[in-house]
């Protein structure tokens, strides 16, 4: 089945840690840049980030930079998300999603394919 799956979620306080992976199953992930989007309830989708195939080329949403790190492990057709200290608004569904080519073509959804997003992690952070 041609897929990408996320995990990682869960809860944390205000200054945490986490780290999703996006791993992919029926294709080869590495081919392709993958981003990260999150979406928060009654909120509009923000992107978050986005890596290109190789791995050289990184984007990230202004809010999250210094926090996150976006970075693959194409042997293992997977990519990862490392948040740190963070926020209660990171709190949101976080989704990756395939892109439609190897660059990032900046950070925006519309550069990945509507046929490969995930269901989504949810990260709660709360004290």
């Known amino acids: 089945q041609l897929q990408v799956v996320e995990s990682g979620g869960g809860f944390v306080r205000p200054g945490g840690s986490l780290r999703l992976s996006c791993a992919a199953s029926?294709?080869?992930?590495?081919?392709?840049?993958v981003g990260w989007f999150r979406q928060a309830p009654g909120k509009e989708r923000e992107d978050v980030s986005c890596i290109s195939s190789s791995g050289r080329s990184t984007h990230y949403l202004e809010s999250v930079k210094g926090r996150f790190t976006i970075s693959r492990d194409n042997a293992k057709n997977t990519v990862f998300l490392q948040m740190t200290y963070l926020k209660p608004e990171d709190t949101a569904v976080y989704y990756c999603?395939?892109?439609?080519?190897?660059?990032?073509?900046?950070?925006?959804?519309?550069?990945?394919?509507?046929?490969?997003w995930g269901r989504g992690t949810q990260v709660t952070v709360s004290s």
């Open positions: 029926g294709f080869t992930l590495g081919n392709y840049a």
């Open positions: 999603a395939k892109g439609k080519y190897r660059d990032c073509h900046g950070l925006s959804a519309s550069a990945m394919d509507d046929d490969y």
